[in-house]
């Protein structure tokens, strides 16, 4: 009798397991290692990065103090053997910030000092007094009165008697304010502004009881024992 055998009930065919050659898997491998490369790479520039920057910061700094000390002084209107001796004072504690002999503390003491002291206003009064007095059409005796009333204030902001606060009515007339508060002396003044700038200047001096008489200070030496008080040195 012949055999009858039903295709339906015959054995399904293995399945076909497709295998990576062994090319395929050399290549992803490869990928990988080279994925790893970079990463190891991307590390080390990383780190590269930030020891130059922990190495070079504080040289940044310091140049940074030196050019804004100097952009400062320079437009204070202060004698210029005065501007010389400030700008070398500051950029002598930026060196030694860069070298470790100053801490960052004592810097920032150092950098108020400069740029929110007495020394930077009470050199724009000074400078106001040569550029605007002497040269004024005022008479002697007038020249002599502004000259002693913008000198005891002066002495009044160097000896802390008087505030930097207290300079507004004494400097708004013979000077200028852009919109980042940084104050320039005017071109030129008229009498009128001298005699305003001297009658307020006579009437902080008086409030705050400082001598009538003659004071010229020097704005160097003031600096240098701001600064060594700064960095508690004698």
Not at 174 to 192: Q, W
Request: glycine share 8%; proline share 4%.
């Amino acid at each position: 009798m012949t055999e009858i055998v039903n295709s339906s009930f015959a054995a399904p065919a293995a399945r076909r397991v497709v295998r990576p050659s062994g090319l395929a898997a050399h290549r992803r491998g490869g990928a990988l290692k080279g994925c790893l490369i970079a990463l190891a790479v991307v590390a080390v520039i990383a780190i590269g990065i930030g020891v130059w920057v922990a190495m070079s910061w504080k040289s940044w700094t310091a140049a940074g103090l030196k050019a804004g000390a100097e952009a400062v002084v320079t437009q204070s209107g202060l004698p210029q053997g005065d501007k010389d001796r400030i700008i070398a004072r500051v950029g002598a504690v930026a060196d030694e910030f860069k070298n470790g002999t100053v801490s960052t503390q004592q810097l920032g003491e150092v950098m108020t000092v400069v740029t929110t002291g007495p020394i930077i206003p009470a050199g724009m009064i000074m400078a106001a007094e040569s550029k605007f007095i002497a040269t004024s059409a005022l008479g002697d005796a007038e020249k002599a009165d502004a000259k002693l009333s913008l000198q005891r204030a002066t002495r009044g902001l160097i000896e802390g008697k008087l505030s930097i606060a207290d300079l507004g009515p004494i400097l708004d007339p013979l000077s200028t304010t852009d919109a980042n508060g940084t104050r320039t002396l005017k071109p030129s003044v008229t009498i009128e502004d001298i005699k305003a700038a001297a009658a307020a200047a006579k009437t902080k001096a008086d409030s705050a009881a400082i001598p009538v008489e003659a004071y010229v200070a020097n704005l160097a030496d003031e600096l240098d024992k701001a600064v060594n008080k700064a960095l508690g040195r004698p």
